[in-house]
């Protein structure tokens, strides 16, 4: 499949996005992947390349990228020259807004490009604090944890994943479930306050990437974690850079 793959933004959490992207595009090596990065002026470039998180801070892209109305079809402008590109499909690594909020949805809509991502609608509804003051945060939670659950099953599904038995024996994997749930809970609880801000909530949420680190090199042996805590490292200092 021929695949788009579109993150960055200009929102506060464009180097969340930028990891999410990278993350990806391991996953999705075995396809022909587009890598279309948002600039924070929101232009869109064709980057041709592995990169790292770390090196996205240092790149001069030159080949525009963008999608046209009706057509299925990736337009990469360099200089003169345009290359029309068919797409069979886009994933989104959008965090925050002209992202998650139904504006790159658009796009891909009017383009005719199936996406990963709720639509246009129930994007922006999702984004908009003063409508979602009306939902519990019940509701959002439930309706979250289905969706992510969803996700994460069609990945182990199309990736053929497989799961040990002993997974499901470990008590450190349950314990740390449930902590992520009432984590969750909390953050959803605080988003139905008025006076709670939605930056300072993202903050705290992904300083939580570093207890997941760590847990990640106690519990289970993980490696490269130094390289880790320095993604999660700029995402918090990218945050509070966008709160200041």
């Known amino acids: 499949m021929k695949i788009a793959l579109i993150y960055g ?16 595009a391991h996953s999705l090596k075995n396809h022909e992947l587009y890598r279309i990065y948002a600039d924070r002026q929101n232009k869109w470039w064709l980057i041709e ?27 990469v402008k360099n200089g003169f020259f345009v290359k029309k590109i068919p797409i069979d499909a886009a994933v989104l690594a959008f965090h925050g807004i002209n992202g998650e909020d139904g504006t ?52 182990i599904l199309c990736s053929h994943t497989r799961i040990r038995k002993e997974v499901w024996k470990n008590g450190w994997i349950w314990l740390l479930a449930i902590l992520f749930v009432i984590a969750d809970k909390a953050l959803f609880v605080a988003n139905g306050i008025p006076d709670s801000r939605i930056t ?34 700029v995402i918090v200092i990218g945050i509070v850079i966008g709160v200041s």
């Open 9 to 24: 933004g200009k929102s506060c959490e464009h180097d969340i996005s930028v990891i999410t992207a990278c993350q990806i």
């Open 49 to 75: 390349g592995d990169y790292t998180p770390r090196q996205h801070l240092f790149l001069k892209p030159k080949k525009r990228a963008y999608f046209k109305t009706g057509e299925s079809v990736l337009y």
């Open 200 to 233: 300072i909530m993202t903050l705290l949420k992904q300083s939580g990437c570093v207890v997941t680190i760590l847990a990640g090199k106690f519990i289970f042996r993980e490696k490269n974690v130094g390289y880790k805590l320095f993604c999660a490292a």
């Open 104 to 155: 790159a949805q658009g796009v891909l809509e009017l383009a005719g490009v199936p996406y990963t991502s709720a639509g246009v609608a129930a994007s922006g509804l999702c984004m908009d604090k003063l409508l979602m003051k009306n939902i519990s945060s019940s509701q959002l939670q439930f309706w979250y944890m289905l969706f992510l659950v969803l996700y994460y099953l069609i990945y």
